[in-house]
């Protein structure tokens, strides 16, 4: 189990990010690729259709990507997201959750945001992590998994 890093990011909302003022209060961490790509779009949307079974299992959900806040808040308007969207230019999160992997693009090697999910308990340790995973259910798994921690 590794303690997450005291960080503080932009985010949604005009917010902060601030995992240290997080401490007591369980949160999943979606890492995704890209605003308005095919797949996190339906990742995001998948989180956001269980948002409230997410809440009332006592769990925040935060998503994260390179993205900067205009985008974000584009991404978070169009799809009607209920929670906020993390802002990671400088690769900080994403270097210390360990996300960034090379990737095969059209052929090329490209640097980019492995999509990974972690959940993060009250005392700011991370329990629970997908890496590399496909959309498709994972959501129902993070979701399953919440329900458990109670």
């Known amino acids: ?8 990011l932009p985010m949604t909302g005009d917010q902060a990010f ?14 995704y690729p890209k605003d308005n790509t095919p797949g996190c779009t339906t990742e995001s949307g998948d989180f956001r259709d269980r948002h409230e079974a997410f809440l009332a299992a006592g769990c925040r959900l935060y998503g994260v990507s390179r993205d900067g806040m205009k985008s974000h ?12 969207l993390v802002s990671d230019p400088d ?4 270097n210390a959750f360990g996300v960034m992997k090379m990737k095969n ?10 999509r990974s999910t972690f959940v993060v308990d ?12 496909k959309v498709p259910g994972h959501v129902d798994d993070v979701l399953a998994f919440v329900q458990t921690m109670k």
């Open 91 to 94: 690769e900080t999160l994403c």
């Open 18 to 31: 601030n995992t240290a003022a997080l401490r007591g209060t369980p949160y999943v961490l979606f890492f």
């Open 105 to 114: 693009m059209y052929g090329k090697q490209v640097r980019g945001v492995e």
């Open 73 to 84: 808040e584009n991404f978070k308007a169009k799809l009607a997201m209920p929670f906020e």
């Open 122 to 133: 009250g005392e700011g340790q991370v329990v629970k992590e997908w890496r590399g995973l």
């Open 1 to 8: 189990m590794t303690v997450v890093p005291d960080l503080e």
